[in-house]
């Protein structure tokens, strides 16, 4: 079984930037697709973007311009950089594999 396991999360100032992780074991990494995912509280959780395992990413029109998915096969990781961060980026952020594994989430604060 795939198992995920998120960091990087915090409380940031609108504008600051963060850099989310996701660990992953129990696979061959570099053979999943991945993904992430937000759910502010109260509100259904949403796609922020994806990466394949060749390393080409998509992202939803909100983060666009704003935020970069990237993988370390290597380093079985996965990464969101999320700069330029607004208030309405709050939010859980989850990661999710092809093997349809979730990570427990991470929460993500921009307050100031």
């Known amino acids: 079984q795939v198992q995920l396991v998120e960091s990087g999360g915090g409380l940031v100032q609108p504008g600051g930037s963060l850099r989310l992780s996701c660990a992953a074991s129990?696979?061959?990494?570099?053979?999943?697709?991945m993904y992430w995912y937000r759910q502010a509280p109260g509100k259904t959780r949403e796609w922020v973007g994806s990466i394949t395992n060749l390393g080409s990413a998509g992202y939803a029109d909100p983060v666009k311009g704003r935020f970069t998915i990237s993988r370390d096969n290597a380093k079985n990781t996965l990464y969101l950089q999320m700069n330029s961060l607004k208030p309405e980026d709050t939010a859980v952020y989850y990661c999710k594999s092809g093997s349809g594994a979730w990570g427990q989430g991470t929460q993500v604060t921009v307050s100031s």
């Open positions: 129990g696979s061959i990494f570099s053979g999943y697709m």
